[in-house]
Nanobody
């Protein structure tokens, strides 16, 4: 059974940083894509970033470029989202998800989410 568990969320002041982690277990297939998605209060889910199975290809939503960095450590089955220069509009629940196809919104497994609150 595939499990994804996020951690690292919390309260941070504007301009601050957080590093989210996603610990994965139960999957062995290559070719998958790990995705970060967020959902702010009262809004629909918003795609944040993708990283390919070998970490060689990454994509970011426009508003995250230059501020967020996605990475992975396959030896530890862990994935990371480093978030810098955080803004109040980054406040959301952040989820990691796994896509077997790499197509946007075709996500086979989701974590439970971790809350990020950016506030002074």
């Amino acid at each position: 059974e595939v499990q994804l568990v996020e951690s690292g969320g919390g309260l941070v002041q504007p301009g601050g940083s957080l590093r989210l982690s996603c610990a994965a277990s139960g999957f062995t297939f290559d070719g998958h894509v790990i995705v970060w998605v967020r959902q702010a209060p009262g809004k629909g889910p918003e795609w944040v970033s993708d990283i390919s199975w070998n970490g060689g290809i990454t994509y970011y939503a426009e508003s995250m470029k230059g501020r967020f960095t996605v990475s992975r450590d396959n030896a530890k089955n862990s994935f990371y989202l480093q978030m810098n220069s955080l803004k109040s509009e980054d406040t959301a629940v952040y989820y990691c998800a796994l896509s077997k196809t790499g197509r946007q919104w075709e996500y086979n497994y989701w974590g439970q989410g971790t809350q990020v609150t950016v506030s002074s």
